[in-house]
């Protein structure tokens, strides 16, 4: 059983930054690929970014609404992954969620059906 425990949520000002962490419990961690995916209040669950794992190289990929302030990382050690995000505005008003996925491929690696363990979420609230 995998678990994913999100952190470092909370409040910040227009133009701040956060970093999240997602901790896992799971042996095998540096083979999966880890995403952060977030849902604001009335809308979807939407994709963020993601880290490869295993063969992948550490490649990321990001959505366009968050390419060049955000920032993925994972550090195999600590079975953790990490978003750092930078000048953060009110659209990214969110509750953030990690995913670990063991079999993601390409084509669907924005995609929620692609990950099979899911955290609890961290919200995050950009306002002044």
């Known amino acids: 059983q995998v678990q994913l425990v999100e952190s470092g949520g909370g409040l910040v000002q227009p133009g701040g930054s956060l970093r999240l962490s997602c901790e896992a419990s799971?042996?095998?961690?540096?083979?999966?690929?880890m995403a952060w995916f977030r849902q604001a209040p009335g809308k979807e669950r939407e994709f963020v970014a993601h880290?490869?794992?295993?063969?992948?190289?550490?490649?990321?990929y990001y959505a366009d609404s968050v390419k060049g302030r955000f920032a993925i990382s994972r550090d195999n050690a600590k079975n953790t992954a990490y978003l750092q995000m930078n000048n953060l505005n009110t659209d990214d008003t969110a509750v953030y969620y990690c995913?670990?996925?063991?079999?993601?491929?390409?084509?669907?690696?924005?995609?929620?059906?692609?990950?099979?363990?899911w955290g609890q979420g961290t919200q995050v609230t950009v306002s002044s």
């Open positions: 995913a670990a996925g063991e079999r993601v491929i390409t084509s669907t690696s924005s995609s929620l059906s692609a990950y099979d363990h």
């Open positions: 799971v042996s095998s961690f540096r083979t999966y690929t």
């Open positions: 880290i490869r794992g295993g063969r992948g190289g550490f490649r990321s």
